[in-house]
């Protein structure tokens, strides 16, 4: 079975500082891993996802996310924010298959992204 | 291009009623899935379904939960006789058929209150 730890919480931040969003994860197969943003009162959308090749993925508005097999983490990165980044956001894993459809996805507690003035 | 549309946004129950939520995947997509957000936490995992045919339910509460995506029409959660603590978020997601396909895209979520 898989788990993902999001460590922070609350992540406060300045505007136009970087932030850093820590996922680690525990499987014991391969997984695809994914970032998802939850704006309030609103459903996820997806931010960027990791499934093969180069370990550094691109995601939308900025964001990018590293992915870490030795130290099972994909950590997201931004390397300055907006208030409008201001978010809840999700890790999840979901294990590799190949038939067609998907597995569930297996999410973190979320992390809360605040940007300050 | 329509996404995935869940209704109601927000549904009021009392106690001992009953509570169906309503998920329209997206086009071309055959394949759903719910999960609950409780208060302060991510979203666990519920139930997966395909057409017709319920995938994986293990995530499924074993009493009062049920959910079925019919040939026709929407899938549908139904939570028979409420608690207070069925009060959450509960999001529908959909994924397409034919092809290995990694991304479930999500829709707006119900949120049902049980007073």
């Known amino acids: 079975a898989q788990s993902v730890t999001q460590l922070d919480s609350q992540v406060p931040v300045f505007e136009e500082a970087p932030v850093e969003l820590r996922c680690n994860y525990s499987s014991s197969v391969s997984v695809y891993l994914f970032w998802y943003v939850q704006y309030p009162n609103q459903g996820l959308q997806l931010l960027l996802k990791y499934l093969s090749g180069s370990t550094l993925v691109k995601g939308i508005n900025g964001f990018e996310a590293e992915f870490n097999k030795s130290q099972t983490s994909f950590h997201l990165r931004k390397p300055s924010v907006h208030i409008s980044d201001t978010a809840e956001y999700f890790c999840a894993v979901s294990e590799v298959i190949t038939q067609g459809g998907s597995e569930k996805l297996v999410f973190g507690k979320g992390t809360k992204l605040t940007v300050n003035p | 291009n329509a996404g995935v549309m869940q209704n109601p946004r927000h549904l009021v129950r009392r106690r001992g009623q009953e509570a169906r939520l309503r998920c329209s995947p997206m086009?071309?997509?055959?394949?759903v899935y719910w999960y609950r957000q409780l208060p302060e936490e991510g979203l666990k995992f519920m139930v997966y379904l395909q057409k017709e045919n319920i995938i994986d339910e293990s995530g499924m509460p074993k009493e009062r939960f049920s959910a079925e995506f019919p040939k026709e029409g929407p899938s549908i959660l139904r939570i028979q006789q409420v608690v207070r603590g069925d009060s959450a978020a509960y999001f529908c997601?959909?994924?397409?058929?034919?092809?290995?396909?990694?991304?479930?895209?999500f829709g707006p979520g119900t949120r049902l209150l049980v007073l």
């Open positions: 997601a959909s994924s397409p058929p034919s092809v290995p396909e990694e991304t479930q895209y």
């Open positions: 086009k071309g997509h055959s394949h």
